[in-house]
């Protein structure tokens, strides 16, 4: 159950943080897998920690994000790739000119 809980949020993790950078990457189908990656390794890790079970749940789904736009964002700026002024604005809710 929590293996489909990573895949999932690393899918959507690592997708948006493949969405962020701009110039010829991988595309979005390695960021997605990419983000699964990050996000199993991360979880496993805090299970192996000894925070799985019913309290870590959380703990390690959140750990499962912070896998996936790690190793996404590695990706990509080992690719060349930078981020994007105006989709860090438009993820943040803002209009390109608050910068």
């Known amino acids: 159950m929590y293996l489909l809980a990573w895949i999932v949020v690393g899918a959507v993790v690592g997708w948006g943080s493949g969405r962020i950078f701009q110039g010829n ?4 189908l390695m960021d997605i897998l990419m983000g699964i990656g990050g996000g199993v390794v991360g979880g496993f890790a805090m299970s192996f920690a000894g925070l799985g079970g019913y309290r870590g749940t959380i703990i390690t789904t959140l750990v499962a994000m912070v896998g996936a736009v790690l190793l996404t ?3 990509a700026y080992v690719n ?3 981020p994007a002024i105006s989709s860090v604005c438009k993820v943040a809710g803002r209009g390109t000119r608050s910068i």
């Open 25 to 28: 990457g991988y595309g979005p």
């Open 73 to 75: 964002v590695l990706a």
């Open 80 to 82: 060349g790739r930078t």
